[in-house]
């Protein structure tokens, strides 16, 4: 996986994952998350390849928010070990007209935190994918 190095320990990049994603369900703002939470030297992953630095991840990001106010719940935070940490979520986008949900799902996504700040993204639209892929242990 990516974005090898030193990483923050688990107890650190826990709060911050958490302090991210609570921000970022208050303000809806994209760049305050990046200049917080985002490094510049973010490797994001996806279906289309593999990405570096935040502008595709903040791009997807502004379509996705334009569209929907939306909405992600941290349901559960697990050690993956050597830094790579799987973050369950519940997510949702709301309606911004009739405040309707209009799609929610339950993925997860793999992240390392270095210096307070996303390194690495790559999401699993299966939870129990990314936990079997990591060897970690269903709560």
Known sequence: MGARGPHDDFETAKKTIHAAYAEFNLTQDGDELHRKYISDELEYVT????FHGPDQFLSELEVQRQKWALESEV???SDAGEGAIIVRIKFSRIDRETGDVAWKA????VVRIQNGKFVF?????DPRR??????????
């Open 47 to 50: 279906r289309q390849g593999t």
């Open 130 to 139: 990314a936990l079997a892929d990591f060897g970690v242990e269903q709560s």
């Open 121 to 125: 993204f790559e999401g699993y639209i």
């Open 106 to 109: 339950w993925p997860a996504v």
């Open 75 to 77: 349901e559960d935070v």
